[in-house]
């Protein structure tokens, strides 16, 4: 029983990473129809930048944590000017491939600088609380806290904000968005910063319990498409919903029945998913 | 200026490409340069499969370098665990990925757009897990070793670099010509429609999916083909085969090339193979280059080499035709640019 609940645990703590890779790889496809495959570097450059801030510059972990968010909310926004906005007329096609270019660049960069070895990011939660006998790191407490609170944060700010009710404006109608002058560039740059940040959050929150290297983003942006297939492109609650099957069944199915297979368990799954639903299984329609 | 330009797209150009491709183990400063041209044609047998599906069909597929290392993959596991030859176990690499390609086709591609690229994406990522994984089959991370060469009948020895870009040739000429054939086919035609729009090709009355898989599958016959003759030259595969950043790779090459032109893969594949080799001092962080290169392409050339020059081209002779030919080309013009807008 307490195995059960270890891995219930577990199956919480990646559940909370993923759906928050995957709200902010869904509110910029919301929003733009842009599937961003960069998303997964902006995540492991947050790692990085993270690791930079505390274990080269000696900062404390909660300021590492939100310098690694600005720089990428600074990335995510420039990816927006720089290349998604000069695309916006063109085929589909070429904003993903896109996407791939500036996912090889931000790996190669990263790499030059500090190379394809693994790294270990150690975070001041390191302690193990015991619970009768349930065994849980702190840290993984702190994730699902953390992811928590964030959720509930950017609900706030889209729900009572001005301006997180023009981002949802503009994703529910595009046309009805310009009609009351919503200003699209400013709402497109918010919602890159934000995603950004959502990716650097979960990478500064993941690091300590993994390890930091260049192609880190790769699984986690994989699966987060995954999951916001199964909650329907767009939509902020099935990503949070998302993330939680995916998480469970990837802690469960480590556990009862292969570790090496579970990586395999969420591309199975989605494989399953879509030859049964074209759709996605939450989604209205077909985009 | 404009002779030159119309000079190098006629059938003279093309032989005498052909004639370079066939001298050029005879000029090259070293075996190391042939090796490298070799390796150049295998990855464009490759991005040609690439350009059925993506260039001419529209559906960008990101499992492709999967299929690559499928192709590789079944002929050396055929040659080494079950002791066949090279040319049976070829034909088993070229059965495997059409009959696979068959099965993810007629799965993936009733979705659209953006769910077909992550579907494949994730396609892709199994692909590369399993041969990672599934030590008892592929071996693992230990790779298979001692692949079958090809054996040449007695004349030729197919374990020399030189004889073996000579077959090499043989069927990237063979893939050109296909391709070459295909785009002036009823179906390579069909292909084209369903790419300008997929409602627009079904009120003419073409069957989507069985167009669609049909070049899905012939594409990843041709990604099965790159990977077996591959896995021949180098005799030594990994895991790393089925990296996606081989895909990437091919997306690159075929968008510098022109993407959904016939000479733009080749041109876009030898170019920068060529370039990656002259950077070798850079290893892997030649990304830093091609990544914002790939960002530009797509910005300012979509059509890549090939395709801006064809452009260029056609305007060229529409300011020099007469103005009854004029009004011709203005209706080739507008084709154009829909096909433009939707490659």
């Known amino acids: ?287 | 200026m404009f002779k030159f330009a119309s000079l190098l797209m006629t059938p003279a150009a093309k032989y005498l490409m052909l004639a370079f491709a066939v001298l050029f183990p005879f000029f090259a400063a070293n075996e190391y340069q042939v090796y490298v041209m070799a390796t150049a044609f295998v990855w464009a047998i490759a991005v040609y499969g690439l350009n059925i599906i993506t260039g001419f069909c529209g559906q960008l597929n990101l499992a492709h370098g999967g299929f690559f290392a499928i192709g590789a993959y079944t002929l050396g596991l055929l040659t080494v665990d079950f002791g066949w030859s090279f040319w049976p176990a070829f034909l088993g690499a070229l059965v495997m990925t059409a009959v696979l390609g068959f099965l993810v086709g007629i799965v993936s591609l009733r979705l659209k757009e953006h769910y077909f690229a992550i579907f494949t994406l994730c396609v892709g990522f199994i692909i590369y897990l399993l041969i990672d994984k599934w030590e008892e089959l592929t071996h693992g991370a230990i790779g298979v070793r001692d692949i079958a060469a090809p054996y040449g009948f007695g004349l030729v020895d197919f374990t020399e670099t030189t004889p073996f870009y000579y077959l090499v040739l043989v069927f990237l000429v063979f893939a050109i010509w296909f391709m070459g054939r295909l785009s002036k086919s009823l179906l390579g035609r069909t292909f084209i429609a369903i790419r300008n729009g997929d409602e627009l090709a079904q009120s003419l009355g073409i069957n989507l999916m069985r167009n669609k898989v049909l070049a899905f599958v012939l594409s990843t016959t041709y990604a099965g083909l790159a990977g077996a003759l591959y896995a021949g030259m180098v005799r030594f595969i990994g895991p790393e085969e089925a990296n996606v950043q081989h895909t990437f790779d091919m997306i690159t090459y075929l968008l510098v090339g022109g993407i959904g032109t016939i000479m733009g893969p080749l041109l876009g594949t030898i170019g920068l193979v060529w370039i990656t080799q002259s950077l070798q001092f850079l290893e892997e962080y030649r990304m830093i280059i091609f990544g914002p290169l790939l960002v530009l392409l797509v910005i300012f050339f979509p059509r890549g080499i090939t395709g801006s020059f064809l452009t260029w081209m056609h305007r060229k002779s529409q300011s020099l035709a007469p103005a009854k030919k004029r009004q011709e080309s203005k209706v080739a013009t507008a084709q154009n640019r829909e096909a433009e807008s939707n490659a």
């Open chain 1, 1 to 287: 029983m307490s195995l059960f609940l270890q891995q219930i645990i577990n199956g919480l703590t990646l559940g909370s990473i993923y759906g928050l890779v995957a709200l902010g790889l869904t509110l910029v496809y919301g929003l733009l129809h842009i599937p961003n495959f960069a998303h997964g570097a902006l995540y492991m450059v947050g790692a990085f930048m993270s690791y930079f801030f505390m274990v080269d510059l000696g900062a404390h972990y909660w300021v590492a944590m939100a310098g690694s968010a600005a720089v990428v909310a600074i990335l995510a926004v420039l990816c927006e000017r720089l290349v998604f906005h000069p695309l916006r007329n063109s085929p589909p096609i070429h904003d993903k491939i896109a996407a791939i270019g500036i996912l090889l660049f931000l790996e190669a960069v990263v790499q030059m600088f500090w190379g394809s070895d693994f790294r270990r990011m150690s975070s001041p939660f390191g302690g193990i609380l015991n619970f009768d006998g349930l065994i849980i790191p702190e840290q993984r407490l702190l994730i699902i806290a953390g992811a928590f609170v964030l959720v509930v944060a950017l609900q706030l700010f889209l729900r009572k904000t001005m301006t997180g009710a023009t981002i949802i404006a503009m994703a529910q109608s595009r046309d009805g968005a310009f009609l009351v002058g919503i200003d699209a560039n400013r709402v497109a740059m918010m919602t890159f910063a934000i995603s950004g940040m959502l990716a650097a959050f979960a990478a500064t929150l993941y690091a300590p319990i993994n390890l930091v290297y260049p192609t880190m983003g790769h699984l986690v942006i994989m699966k987060a498409f995954v999951i916001i297939i199964l909650g329907g492109m767009g939509s902020v609650p099935g990503a949070i919903v998302g993330g939680m099957i995916i998480g469970f069944a990837e802690a469960l199915g480590g556990f009862y029945i292969s570790t090496s297979y579970k990586d395999i368990i969420a591309f199975g799954l989605l494989v399953l998913i879509l030859s049964i639903r074209p759709q996605g299984l939450f989604a209205k329609g077909a985009h």
